[in-house]
């Protein structure tokens, strides 16, 4: 297989409202160890997997994991984190190990971040990128296609703002309802009937 997703940890150091996670998954005291992470990836490149999408919880509470991809820089990892935890230790190691892909999650512009995850988050994220962009780090976002953000990052300008930033793809999401009292997040009909023509449009730009 080309490409395998793995789920390194459950926990996370962000409690973010309408977590996917933490709607299915409880606090498991018996995650894999690290050893066990080790030989996957060497099971995982004996059998020639190229490309590795690391999830969790958080996957950069578990810091063997940037070890591991650099023990492999023939192997791309695309990792999804809320970006909280990188310092400016772990953007020098992203320097050095260029087959490691943050993908940054955003909710939209301040309030919209701050709101879901936590108050200060959206102005830290915009520290981290900033100083990704000077180092000239490959790296994307992922944004959660929701009922109230929608019109925020779908437009245009967020779009551009987010490209002059530096980031280099976009991994759009369409919320799913997983905890009581978020049913009203989902995407109305109208919005989800713009969402392939959007996608289009700006694969052209």
Not at 24 to 32: C, D, I
């Amino acid at each position: 297989p080309p490409i395998l997703i793995l789920s390194i940890t459950n926990d996370c150091n962000l409690n973010c409202s309408g977590c996917y996670n933490k709607s299915f998954h409880e606090y498991n005291a018996k995650e894999l160890d690290d050893e066990k992470l080790w030989s996957l990836a060497e099971e995982a490149k004996e059998l020639g997997v190229s490309f590795f999408v690391i999830a969790g919880g958080e996957p950069l509470l578990r810091p063997v994991i940037l070890d591991i991809m650099k023990k492999y820089p023939e192997i791309i990892f695309l990792v999804f984190t809320n970006g909280t935890l990188i310092d400016n230790a772990m953007i020098s190691r992203f320097q050095k190990q260029k087959n490691v892909v943050p993908l940054i999650s955003l909710e939209g512009n301040q309030e919209e971040t701050d709101q879901r995850r936590g108050q200060g988050t959206f102005d830290q994220l915009q520290k981290t990128i900033t100083r990704m962009k000077k180092l000239n780090i490959f790296f994307g976002l992922s944004l959660t296609l929701a009922r109230n953000n929608f019109s925020t990052i779908t437009a245009n300008d967020f779009i551009r703002k987010c490209a002059s930033l530096g980031c280099k793809f976009f991994l759009f999401l369409e919320y799913t309802p997983t905890q009581e009292g978020t049913d009203d997040w989902v995407l109305t009909p109208d919005q989800r009937s713009q969402v392939s023509r959007m996608m289009q449009e700006y694969r052209i730009k």
